[in-house]
T-cell receptor, first 114, second 110 residues
Framework: EAQVTQNPRYLITVTGKKLTVTCSQN?????MSWYRQDPGLGLRQIYY???????DKGDVPEGYKVSRKEKRNFPLILESPSPNQTSLYFC?????????????FGPGTRLTVL | TQLLEQSPQFLSIQEGENLTVYCNSS?????LQWYRQEPGEGPVLLVT?????EVKKLKRLTFQFGDARKDSSLHITAAQTGDTGLYLC??????????FGSGTKLNVKP
């Protein structure tokens, strides 16, 4: 089954404790993205990647890092989380070929930073 | 930064009623997408519109792209409880940069 998986689904942590949210897709997509979703603000793109070792900033990259060492994986790293990073996070992937606009989203990771 | 405005923010209707939600921008869209997001899940793409004046239908859902490609609407006929969810419009600006509206939260009551 074609899918995007994220782990963990829920995470409660404390300020300053480094964490990583993993994202993996099995559709051989070149493009991947991370978004955060906050009430009344819709989805805002944090980072995106157009292929292995190619990443770029989205609208709200401050406080986040990403890496794309393999095509299928795109982890999101919070080196020193702060309470304003409490949010619902989504990973998405889309293809370089054909219908490139169709993003497939993961189920989300709900992060709380105390 | 592309600004997509969606209205209304919230909509609560009875099953069987019709409704329309809107997505507007001050800039021209290259293309526009509509997603539906159910609680606890990620958004799922419903449709992409590309050409000004384009109309697409998906069962009871009708999507329209404005002639000037600066606005779009989603019309649902005879809403069902299964239509409940958050409806988001989005634009792909360039490369893989996407902008989303803040969404319309629809509640269809039985």
């Amino acid at each position: 089954e074609a899918q995007v998986t994220q782990n963990p689904r829920y995470l409660i942590t404390v300020t300053g404790k480094k964490l990583t949210v993993t994202c993996s897709q099995n559709m051989n997509h070149e493009y991947m993205s991370w978004y955060r979703q906050d009430p009344g603000l819709g989805l805002r793109q944090i980072y995106y990647s157009m292929n292995v070792e190619v990443t770029d900033k989205g609208d709200v990259p401050e406080g986040y890092k990403v890496s794309r060492k393999e095509k299928r994986n795109f982890p999101l790293i919070l080196e020193s989380p702060s309470p304003n990073q409490t949010s619902l996070y989504f990973c998405a992937s889309n293809s370089l070929r054909g219908d490139t606009d169709t993003q497939y989203f993961g189920p989300g990771t709900r992060l709380t930073v105390l | 930064t592309q600004l997509l405005e969606q209205s209304p923010q919230f909509l609560s209707i009875q099953e069987g009623e019709n409704l329309t939600v809107y997505c507007n921008s001050s800039s021209v869209f290259s293309s526009l997408q509509w997603y539906r997001q159910e609680p606890g899940e990620g958004p799922v793409l419903l449709v992409t519109v590309v050409t000004g004046g384009e109309v697409k239908k998906l069962k009871r859902l009708t999507f329209q792209f404005g002639d000037a490609r600066k606005d779009s609407s989603l019309h649902i006929t005879a809403a069902q409880t299964g239509d409940t969810g958050l409806y988001l419009c989005a634009e792909r600006a360039n490369f893989n940069k996407f902008y989303f509206g803040s969404g319309t939260k629809l509640n269809v009551k039985p």
